[in-house]
């Protein structure tokens, strides 16, 4: 997507958005171009879901931005810029962590008269509570009250001059402190102690969470933040509608690990995109049927393009319609011959690539079967509408354009240096030659 990276560069140079209305006006805009003018068929959160769940990986602006600003509130966090750090506190009387933590923008209405400090403070406030429910360890206490007074470059953390004692942290002693900070007067070892009192009654956060470890690694932080932020966003759509209703159309549940299967391992047998676009499609139930359309549209029959007598759903056209059922007997008994294998007809294995033990095909097999039913339903759909169904025939060339397209991606990966795995597809050709 060439317009994000120029998005994203204005982003982390200013961020000054206080409002959704931009974004909601982009998405639309968005929107409108992946749909062509025409009604989503599919909703717009589960569009920016990662592909590894189920999604398809379109950016989320807004989120993006956050992402922008959290990243940039990151060094208000580990104060480890300086110079930077002072030309933004210019006209601030506290320490960044007093604002970040303790709430003090609330009674120091300057910080806010600051367009950017305004905005980024308001990003952290939004995510705050989802990432810390206790006093984090890289809080200073000395920093957030005395940063103007004092003027250090280094701040005492409490990971630093806190120690665990029968499963209670205490505050280390003077002397230890000094070790490390030699300027610690008895004066500022009391604010230190008179601040953990009243933190250790909301106790500390003891685990490492995302924001810890990006606070120690500067790699790839935007994209980090980024994937936080859109699995919080998707998470009351972990489980898909989609997926609830495919269940319910075969007649047992679908494991989320069977999901997962299909997203993160299949969906890397190819990098042809019509494959994976077929299998998204098929996934979120995309092809309009006579069953919705009916419903979309008054004195429109719901009746099924094939057999003309039962209510065409989705499921129906797909699978239990006399028709179509043709259709499946004939490509599940060629793909029987192929894999020289003899398996149950399920509807999971042919419409949604799952496979069972009860196949016993190794990973090769499977990516072989994938293949093939993805052709089947590819082929099938160029029929949707029609009252035919498409013969084996067709399946066969539509199989041979992915044999073709695999070798072919097979011989350019080697030819710059980036071998994969090649397919083993030698009893399709010797299924090919039994044809002859």
């Known amino acids: ?20 209305k931009l974004f909601q006006e982009w998405q639309k805009e968005i929107t409108k171009f992946t749909w ?14 990662e592909k590894r769940r189920g999604g398809f990986g379109l950016p989320n602006l807004k989120l993006y931005y956050e992402s922008c600003g959290l990243v940039w509130v990151k060094d208000w966090a580990t104060l480890e810029k300086n110079n930077i750090l002072a030309l933004e506190s210019f006209d601030l009387r506290r320490g960044w962590h007093s604002y970040l933590w303790y709430s003090k923008r609330m009674i120091e209405k300057n910080f806010g008269n600051h367009f950017i400090r305004s905005s980024l403070i308001k990003i952290w406030e939004k995510y705050k509570e989802r990432i810390y429910r206790k006093t984090p360890l890289w809080i200073s206490p000395l920093e957030a009250n005395q940063k103007k007074f004092l003027g250090w470059i280094k701040w005492p953390k409490y990971k630093e001059i806190l120690r665990k004692k029968d499963g209670q942290y205490q505050l280390r002693s003077q002397e230890e402190i000094k070790q490390k900070y030699d300027k610690i007067s008895w004066f500022q070892y009391a604010q230190m102690k008179e601040q953990f009192g009243k933190d250790k009654i909301l106790g500390f956060n003891e685990i490492d969470n995302f924001w810890d470890v990006l606070m120690q690694n500067d790699k790839k932080e935007i994209t980090r933040v980024y994937k936080k932020l859109l699995e919080w966003s998707t998470e009351i759509e972990y489980v898909k509608s989609c997926a609830t209703k495919w269940a319910r159309n075969i007649g047992r549940s679908i ?24 299998w998204l499609k098929m996934f979120h139930r995309w092809h309009i049927t006579p069953k919705k359309l009916a419903m979309m549209y008054k004195n429109t029959d719901n009746k099924c393009w094939k057999c003309k007598k039962q209510e065409g759903s989705y499921f129906h056209i797909w699978w239990t319609c006399p028709e179509t059922k043709v259709y499946w007997k004939a490509i599940h ?12 007809m399920k509807p999971e294995f042919y419409l949604l690539g799952l496979t069972e033990e009860i196949m016993k095909v190794n990973s090769n097999e ?33 199989l041979d354009e992915i044999y073709d397209m695999d070798k072919l991606t097979y011989l350019m990966r080697v030819n710059r240096g980036k071998a994969i795995k090649p397919t083993n597809w030698e009893k399709f050709e010797e299924y090919k030659e039994k044809l002859k």
């Open 1 to 20: 997507m060439n317009v994000l990276p120029k998005l994203l560069y204005l982003f982390q140079n200013l961020p000054v958005m206080r409002n959704n």
């Open 36 to 49: 062509k003018g025409k009604k989503p068929r599919i909703n717009y959160t589960i569009m920016t879901d």
């Open 255 to 278: 494991m989320m690990s069977e999901w997962e299967t299909i997203w993160i391992i299949k969906q890397r047998y190819t990098y042809a995109s019509d494959l994976q676009e077929n």
């Open 333 to 344: 008994e060629e793909l029987q011959k192929i894999l020289h294998k003899s398996f149950p």
């Open 366 to 398: 499977d990516k072989i079967f994938t293949y093939a039913t993805t052709a089947a339903r590819m082929i099938f759909a160029k029929y949707w509408k029609l009252r035919d169904i498409p013969t084996k025939q067709h399946w066969l060339e539509k």
